[in-house]
DNA sequence: TACGAATCCATAATGACTATATTTTCGTAG
DNA sequence: CTACGAAAATATAGTCATTATGGATTCGTA
C-alpha cells in the first residue's frame, strides 16, 4: 500500500508494481528489437535473439505483443486513430474537414520535421523494411472505420456510404504513400490537393 | 520433334512436352488449392496437404508458387495491371483517363457481372480470407509504378510526380475498397466520382 | 545415343508462432 | 505478517510455412 502514488518519472502514477513493470519489459522489448534491427536488419535478426537481448523468454515476448515480430517497435498500435479521429471533431469552426486532417497529419507521423535522430533511424528503418511498412500501414488502415464515422458525422452522410469510406481509406494511405517521399510534406500537399479538388478529366486529344 | 504443332485446346501449341507438364502442374495445384480452401477455408489447409492433393512434393510445389501459400489460387499475378494500362494507351480519342480506367475495372475483377458460378465462388473465398484478400490487393498495387507511367505519359506530368503517383495507387486500391460491398458496381462509380471531383470542401459550421 | 539442363524428390533445417503445464510474483484480504 | 488467488513468466514441445541441400529423373537436343 505505500508508494501507490509516489512519483514515478512521468508515468501513469496510479501503476502498481505489476503494471510498472509490464510496461518496462514492454518497452525493454521495443528498444532491443530497434537496435537489433537497426544494427543486423530487420530479417537477419530472429525473436529469439530479442527476447534473449531484453532478459525475457520467447512465450513471454510473445505474450506481450501478441501481433508478432513486426509490432515489436510499434508501441503505439491504436492511438494513431485516434489523433485523425480528433483532428475532425474538435477543429475550429469554418474548418474543412480535409484542412483538418492534413494539418494533423502533417504534424505526425513521418511528416514532422527536425524530428529527434532517435525517432529519425526510426522512421528510415521502418520506410526501409517492407514488413515493417506494410505493418505501419496496417495500423493506419485499423482506423477506417473509425474515421469514416467521423467524417460521416461531420457531413451528415451515412458512415458506410462508400465515398466517405474511400475518402477515410484515400487519407490513412497517405502515410505509406508519400512516407518514402525526398520531400514529404511536399507530397503530402501534392495529396490532399488531389483530393480536394480530384482528377482533372482532361480528355485524349484526337 | 512430331506433333510439335498439333491443337491442344487453346493453349500454346509451342510448348514442348515439358513446358506442357509445368503448365499442367501448376494448374493441379491452383485446383487443388481452391478447391480444399473453399472446403476446409484458408488456415486449416495446410501446403503439405494441397501437394498431396496435387501429387507432388512440397519442395516442387514451392518450386512452382515461390510467392507462397496464397498465390497459389491467383495463376495472373502480372496481367492484371497491365488491362489498366493498356486500357489507358489504347482509349478512344475524346475520353478522360478516368473514365477508361473505370470501364476497365468494372469489366474485370469483382466487378463484372453475371460471372460463371466457379468463378463467384472463388471471387467469394478471397473476399472473406484476409490473407487473400492481401495477397490480391498487393498484386493489383504491384502495377502502380506503370500506371502511374502511363497516366504520365498520357497526362504531359513528369511520371514521379506524387499526384500522379497518389493516383494510380487510389485506383488500384479500389478493388479490395470496394470488391466487398453488397453493390460493387454501385460503389466503384462512387469512388470514380469522388476521384474526378473530389471531396466538397464544405467548412464547419459555427 | 549421350550429354547438359531443368525438374523432381526426400530430407533436414530455420524461424515464427501456439499450446500446455508448471512455477514464480504480486496484490490483497484476513 | 501470512496465505490465497490472479496474473505473469518459464520451459518444453509442437505446428506450419518456407528455404537449403544433394541426389535421382526426365527432357531437349546435338
Redesign the interface.
Known sequence: MRFRYRYDGGMATTMGRRERKKAQTRQALSQAALRLFGEHGYDRVTVAQIAEEADVSVATLFAHVPDGKEALIFDDGAERGLWLVAAVRE?????????ALRRCLASRGPFSTDLPPELRRKRDLIVATPALREYSRKLWIAAEAALAEAIAT??GRDPR???V???A??VL?IPD??GA?PDPR??LD??F???????P??????
Chains 1, 2 share one sequence.
Open positions: 477543429r475550429p469552426p469554418g474548418q474543412p474537414v480535409l484542412q461531420d457531413s456510404d462508400m465515398t469510406r474511400a475518402l481509406r484515400y494511405e504513400l508519400a517521399e511536399a507530397a501534392a495529396i490537393d488531389l483530393l480536394e479538388s480530384g482528377w478529366a482532361s480528355p485524349r486529344p484526337a
